[in-house]
């Protein structure tokens, strides 16, 4: 019984955020210049690889990310929302052009990926779609999609081919509540809190493990 209680309370929440979600996605955000965004991504390159793909764990890959999902992140760091102190002064000199423009040319980029660590990938998997409904943590799949490749129009990334010690590092902020904070009279993305609650639910071991999976993921 407690756990169809459970497993109702998760099908309510997503329900909602549902309903949210269609709300964003009846106005697509504007999309840019990619042959532009092309010449103003040289910069990025030296984090991010030149075509999107990060070889740096600390760093994300940003090869397939959908544009409105760069342009909205570029924004919430120059607003000071998104916390991230090496990015935040990147950010401070973009217009909302310029972010457009990166969005485009970085969305038409091919995620490259690694290899999933082998002990790992499979526990992660099952947590991935099925999640666990004795902790009250839904699949992944429902906002991420099957494979990984998030919903544009609703704000929700694409998280396939991400390295692993990157995604556990925001598994981790998520679950300090350290990625956003609210500033300059902007509050954080709806999504951040359904993340955070995720978030605090999963244990270390579950973070490496999705993580894993995620870096392996096509």
């Not at 042959?35 to 990025?44: F, S």
């Not at 969005?103 to 992660?124: H, I, K, R, V």
Request: charged share 15%; aromatic share 6%.
């Amino acid at each position: 019984m407690k756990s169809r209680i459970v497993a109702l309370t998760l099908s309510a929440s997503l329900a909602s955020f549902s309903l949210f979600a269609t709300a964003i996605a009846a106005e697509p955000p504007a999309k840019g210049d990619a042959a532009a965004g092309a010449t103003k991504a040289a910069v990025c390159g030296a984090c991010h690889g030149a075509t999107g793909n990060s070889v740096n764990p600390e760093w994300p890959s940003l090869a397939g990310q959908h544009h409105g999902y760069i342009s909205e992140q570029l924004a919430l760091l120059k607003a000071g929302v998104r916390v991230a102190p090496v990015m935040a002064p990147m950010a401070m000199a973009l217009s909302n052009e310029d972010m457009a423009d990166l969005g485009a040319y970085f969305e038409q980029q091919t995620p490259a990926g690694l290899e999933a660590n082998a002990d790992l990938w499979q526990a992660g998997e099952k947590l991935y779609r099925g999640g666990d409904t004795t902790r009250s943590i839904p699949g992944c799949l429902g906002c991420h999609g099957p494979n990984g490749r998030g919903n544009g129009p609703a704000h929700w990334p694409q998280i396939r081919s991400q390295q692993s010690g990157y995604v556990v590092n925001q598994l981790k902020n998520y679950a300090a509540n350290a990625r956003y904070v609210a500033a300059n009279g902007q509050q954080p993305p709806a999504n951040a809190q359904i993340m955070q609650t995720i978030a605090l639910r999963l244990s270390d071991a579950d973070m490496k493990a999705l993580a894993a999976y995620l870096q392996g993921l096509r």
